[in-house]
């Protein structure tokens, strides 16, 4: 989902999944969900109104944000999500 989110908007993405999962509304998976979704917009920089933003403002290439940036953000949001599921899987399941 957060790659996805990436390249298509997160909002038809969440819309979607809605209707594919019955979980609960307050499960493991929506917060997941939404940090994927929320979070993953920003391995593209076209993926987020702020990096088309950044983009305009300050003459920021995609082909050089690609290079250069998308692979950290990539490598951030892997490590978010593996803490995030530490957190869930570890520290708040013992609770």
């Known amino acids: 989902m957060g790659i996805c989110s990436a390249i298509i908007d997160n909002v038809p993405l969440v819309a979607a999944s809605i209707g594919m999962y019955d ?7 929506w917060h997941f969900i939404a940090y994927s979704a929320g979070t993953g917009g920003s391995m593209l920089i076209i993926g987020s109104a702020a990096g088309v933003a950044a983009m305009g403002m ?3 290439d995609f082909i050089w944000y690609l290079k250069n940036i998308a692979w950290l953000a ?5 490590a978010g999500a593996g803490v995030f599921l530490l957190f869930e899987r570890v520290i708040f399941h013992q609770l």
């Open 23 to 29: 979980a609960p509304i307050d499960s493991v998976l």
């Open 58 to 60: 300050e003459r920021i």
């Open 74 to 78: 990539f490598v951030g949001f892997i």
